[in-house]
């Protein structure tokens, strides 16, 4: 998909069933909607029978960039603020680009 020139951003992310079931996110920029859905058919016709699901968020705004946040969980984890941003940046930078 990225060699394509279709899509801006490809991760490969973990699954959060049952709110987020996917494992691949691509992000597809357009001027308008219809933009939008020409390039995800084209998508679809390179991937074929590899595509099982897909879903389509749209931006209602730019958004800053902040990467994948999940609901913190509780632990006992005593490290300082630095040293969990700096964990944070190393989690985020740790995201696979799909290479086609």
Not at 32 to 56: C, F, P, Y
């Amino acid at each position: 998909m990225a060699e394509s020139g279709l899509v801006s951003h490809c991760y490969l992310r973990s699954r959060h069933p049952p709110e987020w079931p996917y494992n691949l996110f691509a992000m597809v920029h357009g001027k308008d909607r219809n933009e939008v859905e020409t390039k995800l058919r084209q998508i679809a016709m390179i991937l074929g029978s590899a595509v099982r699901a897909h879903e389509v968020l749209y931006s209602s705004r730019i958004l800053k960039k902040t990467g994948l946040r999940l609901p913190a969980r509780h632990t006992n984890d005593a490290r300082t603020e630095t040293q969990k941003s700096n964990k944070k940046t190393e989690v985020n930078n740790r995201g696979s680009q799909c290479s086609g």
